[in-house]
């Protein structure tokens, strides 16, 4: 019931889509930044990032797609594109539920299934 809880709050903030981030030092009557929902793409299914960047992939799975994000739409800048990254499976866990998306050598973060409703245990994190 925990882990149900837990990935309900984590879907629902990761589901709004861009969020807006203040800085403490902000005195200039400045817009708020705002940052883009890490989503990913992958085999027709949309996946919401978590936090998890330690996690143990398996073999890799192909292609996988961070669509673009305008965050802040008419502030003179195009936004972010859309980055190619290679998936991964997460051993123990089916990839229809999550996968894990290589960031940096050596670095992966969890994506979880949009629809997820059980909050998958990866082996060696608990």
């Not at 009557?29 to 398996?58: H, K, W």
């Not at 190619?84 to 940096?104: C, F, H, Q, R």
Request: one cysteine or more.
């Amino acid at each position: 019931m925990k882990a149900s809880l837990l990935l309900a709050a984590t879907l629902a903030s990761l589901s709004v889509g861009c969020t807006s981030v203040s800085s403490d030092d902000d005195t200039d009557g400045a817009r708020p930044e705002a940052s883009c929902a890490y989503v990913v793409e992958y085999d027709g299914r949309t996946y919401l990032g978590r936090e998890e960047t330690d996690v143990p992939v398996g073999k890799s799975l192909g292609a996988a797609t961070r669509p673009a994000c305008d965050d802040t739409p008419g502030d003179g800048d195009e936004g972010e594109g859309p980055a190619l990254m290679t998936a991964y499976a997460v051993k123990g866990i089916d990839p229809s539920v999550a996968i894990a998306v290589a960031e940096a050598p050596g670095r992966s973060r969890l994506v979880l299934v949009d629809t997820a409703t059980d909050l998958p245990v990866v082996p060696g994190n608990g």
